[in-house]
């Protein structure tokens, strides 16, 4: 079992920026990738950014030169740098993490508007 924890959220003017941290425990050892997804109101959930244990990472085009996808080893925590927000940025924020199975935060709120 891997737990995830988030924190970070909250509301942001448009151009603003905001980071997301998320805390692994448990069987962490298992790991092979942590992300971030998200979800809009009447939308499927996407992908935003993952990160390998080998530190091979992937951007969704709508965030590439604005968000950064980092992890700390040591502290088994993985953080989504935000900037240049946008109101379409406005979703609930979820950290996952594969392994055998595939593992969910309880979501963060990030909503951007002036």
């Known amino acids: 079992q891997v737990q995830l924890v988030e924190s970070g959220g909250g509301l942001v003017q448009p151009g603003g920026s905001l980071r997301l941290s998320c805390a692994a425990s448990g069987n962490i050892f298992s790991i092979y990738a942590m992300g971030w997804y998200r979800q809009a109101p009447g939308e499927q959930r996407e992908l935003v950014a993952d990160i390998t244990s080998g530190g091979k990472i992937n951007y969704a085009d709508s965030v590439k030169g604005r968000f950064t996808i980092s992890r700390d080893n040591a502290k088994n925590t993985v953080f989504l740098q935000m900037n240049n927000l946008k109101p379409e940025d406005t979703a609930v924020y979820y950290c996952?993490?594969?392994?055998?199975?595939?593992?969910w935060g309880q979501g963060t709120q990030v909503t951007v508007s002036s």
């Open positions: 996952n993490a594969d392994s055998i199975l595939r593992y």
